[in-house]
């Protein structure tokens, strides 16, 4: 084995052997609104479930990105599961924007009105967390974590049985984040007995 010592290393080299080994991720692509109104649209793959009682997503961010600055004025966001259908439109809204320019308006992506929350939807998703903010800490100098509560569940008709919320895995057309500009799709699943 090789080893590195995180306090020799620099901030990128820890972020490299991170992002290119705790994969597959999952990609969040959140809505949020400024305070003056602007949609802001943007994707996090530093993202996953922390609990379920109370329903609890995190996302952390490197630095305080604009969709962090929204979710501290307004509270609020929509996490959006990236699929095949929308990845091609979740990567152009990865692109630096000033904050008061909209990247719904500017890459021309289609909004609707959320159930529980102001901040509106991505009409291009099959799946969709209304959330409020629960809790922000700072992680060391730049980085922040956010813990948002999920108060709406929103999924496309076809995914979910409403009787046993069983989930159409084989419909969501999932996609995961690699390293870099690297994606996955779901290939190959089996299923493993757990034991007693
Ligand atoms: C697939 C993907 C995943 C990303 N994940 C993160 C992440 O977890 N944390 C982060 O700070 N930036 C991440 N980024 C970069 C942000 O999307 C990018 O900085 C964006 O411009 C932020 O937008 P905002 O300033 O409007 O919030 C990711 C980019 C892509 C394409």
Same mark, same amino acid.
């Given at each position: 084995m090789k080893n590195f010592q995180s306090n020799q290393l620099s901030p990128k080299e820890i972020y490299k052997i991170l992002?290119?080994?705790? =994969?597959?991720?999952?990609?969040?692509? =959140? /809505? $949020?609104?400024?305070?003056?109104?602007?949609?802001?649209?943007?994707?996090?793959?530093? *993202?996953?479930?922390?609990?379920?009682?109370?329903?609890?997503?995190s996302i952390a961010f490197q630095d305080m990105k604009d969709t962090a600055l929204n979710i501290l004025e307004t509270g609020e966001a929509v996490v959006h599961l990236v699929n095949l259908e929308n990845v091609e439109e979740m990567n152009r809204t990865a692109a630096k924007l000033s904050k008061n320019v909209s990247e719904a308006l500017e890459f021309e992506i289609e909004l609707e009105k959320s159930?529980? =929350?102001? /901040?509106? !939807?991505?009409?291009? !998703?099959? =799946?969709? *967390?209304? $959330?409020?903010?629960?809790?922000?800490?700072?992680?060391?100098?730049? !980085?922040h974590l956010f813990l948002l509560e999920i108060v709406n569940f929103c999924l496309e008709d076809d995914l979910i049985d409403e009787e046993s919320f069983h989930i159409a895995v084989d419909k969501m057309g999932a996609v995961a984040r690699l390293e870099g500009n690297h994606y996955a799709k779901l290939g190959e699943t089996f299923e493993i007995e757990r034991p007693e």
């Amino acid at each position: 084995m090789k080893n590195f010592q995180s306090n020799q290393l620099s901030p990128k080299e820890i972020y490299k052997i991170l992002s290119a080994t705790v =994969i597959p991720r999952p990609i969040a692509w =959140i /809505t $949020t609104k400024s305070r003056e109104g602007n949609v802001n649209v943007a994707p996090f793959s530093f *993202f996953n479930i922390v609990s379920s009682e109370p329903a609890i997503i995190s996302i952390a961010f490197q630095d305080m990105k604009d969709t962090a600055l929204n979710i501290l004025e307004t509270g609020e966001a929509v996490v959006h599961l990236v699929n095949l259908e929308n990845v091609e439109e979740m990567n152009r809204t990865a692109a630096k924007l000033s904050k008061n320019v909209s990247e719904a308006l500017e890459f021309e992506i289609e909004l609707e009105k959320s159930q529980m =929350i102001d /901040t509106p !939807s991505i009409k291009n !998703s099959k =799946i969709r *967390f209304e $959330t409020k903010l629960y809790k922000h800490h700072e992680v060391g100098e730049k !980085s922040h974590l956010f813990l948002l509560e999920i108060v709406n569940f929103c999924l496309e008709d076809d995914l979910i049985d409403e009787e046993s919320f069983h989930i159409a895995v084989d419909k969501m057309g999932a996609v995961a984040r690699l390293e870099g500009n690297h994606y996955a799709k779901l290939g190959e699943t089996f299923e493993i007995e757990r034991p007693e």
